[in-house]
């Protein structure tokens, strides 16, 4: 296996100490004198002097808390970050539990791929889910994200909502999404979700009236056929419900993108699959065909749906064309530019979310390694034989991206 080129950014990190305290959702802050402090926690810098003392909570760089004597001295409550968390900045919004000795990040103001993550539990059991889901109850996710939405920045472009199903929630789903139209107005919202409770025309009507100036549904889809799609999704009845609830979607004026993962299963029929939404479902504003993340369910069943993407290819470029040539919108995520012929590479985009996104040593030599969107980290694990460095610059008449 080669060496990676790039690290993840972790997005959790363990406390130097426990201590006996609740659980805190605070925004980091080095605004030495805000209007108010509440819900915000001062980032103390490396050597920084003359700390202002007028925060309830600090969080310090690793290996300082004993050389900031004023903040022991006031006894006011400072907790040290781990190395692997000392990227976080001015902005950034945690979660910090105390008793557990746990500091998970919840929003990176510099980062372009943030998710809030509203609960663990499926109504479905993908079989390449990435999130497996967990039956324990976990409502305080969904408190945890109320809470920290009015911390993220209103001028964030993109906030995705994911779970887990976010529309299990019910009451609560809505409410969060209500909480980002009046807190985040010019963000726009990015559901996943299977759809399957829309299936219910009132769940739809629901959605509707939250009347989110900018928000789509992320439905995902596998298969022209029924009993296929609802093998790749392991629940009987799990298709039908999900048209229908693409239909009741846009029935009620709601935006929809549906996302077909690629894998041994899907593959197979991507054409007629194509075929099938070009003609039922062309009202979607998005299609999204995607590689497959191998993690959690992708990684355990990863031998059974392992299919090297290049011998998808010519499948891949019909399936474009089709959809392209019926007018609808399509875009290839999660493949990299070296696998894909060159005029699919105008509907390829960076879609690997930052904190999880590598290349590999030999893509130094790539003169497309800025505009390729190179691997999941879990991808380290198996990725297409085909890959090699594009050496050549190509002419531009070649290639627009
Ligand atoms: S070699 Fe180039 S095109 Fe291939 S994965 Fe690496 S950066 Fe992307």
Redesign the pocket.
Known sequence: MSELKKTITPLYGMLTKTSDAEPVIVRLTQNRDPSSTDNLAYLVQKDEKNIPLGFDTYVVPDHCTETLPSLNNDKRVTYELPQSLSYLHEGDVIRINPRGGEISVIYRHHSPSNSLFLTEQCNSRCVMCSQPPKIQPDSELAEACLEAIPLIDPETEELGLTGGEPTLLDEKFFEILDACKRHLPNTAIHVLSNGRLFNYLSYAQKLAEIDHPDCVIGIPIYSDLAWEHDFCVQATGAYDQTIRGILNLARCGIRIELRVVIHSYSATRLLYLAEFITRNLPFVEHVALMGLEPIGFGKTNLDALWIDPVDYQADLEIAVSRLVEAGMNASIYNH???ILPTHLWPFARQSISDWKNV??P??EK?A??DR?G?FFHSSMRKYSKS????ETVLPEHEIIL
Do not use: N, R, S, V
């Not at 890959?387 to 594009?390: D, R, S």
């Open positions: 990299q530019l070296c290349y590999l030999e893509c790539c497309f390694q390729c190179g890959i090699k460095p594009i």
